[in-house]
């Protein structure tokens, strides 16, 4: 995809990657490439990049491109809003960002796979902060610019790489990086 603007108030995803867990089922060899695309989802429990479990072997390019989060305009003032500019937890994956905005209550969460960013600016400008807890959602937004969570995959524990060049973190929430282990075997992540 090149140029242009997609934006929604009805769904709660622009890129919608998972996949039904009833089945228990992987999908491999996925590949998603945008350049100069404005991504913006509005709401309470929202991100215009989602990639869930059981995605393996996936890449995604995307070159000065917006991932954008925003509060519905329904929400208390005094709750934080569940947003994330992208959400990433996929295996054997790599998700190149060159030049891209993230913004939401936490800008990026990553569960796992490798994430380099090149010249990106992570925000929580709609953010907030909080506690992480489980729930029904696979992700909890506590207000971080980044946020690195373990996770127990149906392989094994998280592994995450995040490679940062020339990056601008900006947060008026819990933290600028968070690194949180959740599940109850190690993992690796390096930054």
């Known amino acids: 995809i090149k140029n242009g603007k997609l934006y929604s108030e009805h769904?709660?995803?622009?890129?919608?990657?998972?996949?039904?867990?009833?089945?228990?089922?992987?999908?491999?060899?996925?590949?998603?490439?945008?350049?100069?695309?404005?991504?913006?989802?509005?709401?309470?429990?929202?991100?215009?990049?989602?990639?869930?479990?059981?995605?393996?072997?996936?890449?995604?390019?995307?070159?000065?491109?917006?991932?954008?989060?925003?509060?519905?305009?329904?929400?208390?003032?005094?709750?934080?809003?569940?947003?994330?500019?992208?959400?990433?937890?996929?295996?054997?994956?790599?998700?190149?960002?060159?030049?891209?905005?993230?913004?939401?209550t936490d800008a990026l969460y990553v569960k796992q796979g490798r994430v380099n960013l090149n010249n990106c600016n992570l925000n929580t400008a709609s953010g907030g902060a909080r506690t992480l807890q489980q729930t029904q959602y696979p992700f909890y937004a506590i207000g971080s610019a980044l946020l690195l969570e373990s996770y127990n995959s149906d392989s094994g524990c998280t592994q995450i790489n995040v490679s940062i060049n020339g990056c601008d973190f900006e947060s008026n929430g819990a933290s600028l990086i968070k690194m949180i282990q959740t599940s109850a075997t190690g993992y690796s992540a390096s930054i």
């Open 11 to 104: 769904f709660e995803y622009i890129f919608d990657f998972r996949t039904n867990q009833n089945f228990n089922q992987t999908v491999r060899n996925i590949s998603l490439n945008l350049d100069g695309v404005e991504c913006i989802v509005k709401g309470n429990n929202a991100t215009p990049l989602y990639v869930n479990n059981s995605i393996n072997n996936m890449e995604v390019i995307a070159n000065n491109t917006k991932f954008i989060a925003q509060k519905a305009d329904n929400i208390n003032t005094n709750q934080v809003p569940n947003i994330i500019g992208a959400y990433i937890n996929a295996e054997n994956s790599r998700f190149l960002f060159t030049g891209c905005d993230f913004e939401g």
